[in-house]
């Protein structure tokens, strides 16, 4: 999720994307100009990931910084999301993502269920 300069949220699924550092991981833009466009204006961001089989994820609050085909760290930034994408939808702009906070979490019937979180936790 991204926000505009004005506030107004944006939220689109990212296809791509790949732990980059300790601190940082990439997205590949290959169909996100509102992302892209939020960020430029409003570098905060919110990203979601979900194990859809166990109910449970990481909610990632940071920074993110734009960075364009004809910049110098889009090779090095991007180069094994340029390696996984299909020929077909190209990575247009690497997303460097700075984490600032991580937060696990799990669906709310794990919690008002504690047998089921016992599972989560395996």
């Known amino acids: 999720a991204t926000a505009d300069a004005a506030g107004r949220p944006n939220v689109s699924p990212k296809e791509l994307w790949w732990p980059y550092d300790e601190g940082s991981l990439v997205l590949g ?9 939020n960020l430029r204006e409003n570098d905060r961001i919110c990203l979601g990931f979900v194990e859809v089989a166990r109910q449970s994820g990481w909610k990632i609050d940071g920074r993110a910084r734009v960075v364009a085909p004809d910049e110098p760290d889009f090779a090095r930034l991007g180069a094994t999301l ?3 994408a299909d020929p077909a939808l190209p990575v247009r702009h690497v997303l460097h993502v700075v984490v600032e906070r991580a937060t696990r979490f799990v669906a709310p019937s794990y919690r008002l269920q504690p047998e089921l979180a016992a599972e989560v936790r395996t």
């Open 82 to 84: 340029i390696e996984l």
């Open 29 to 37: 833009d290959v169909g996100s100009p509102v992302t892209v466009r």
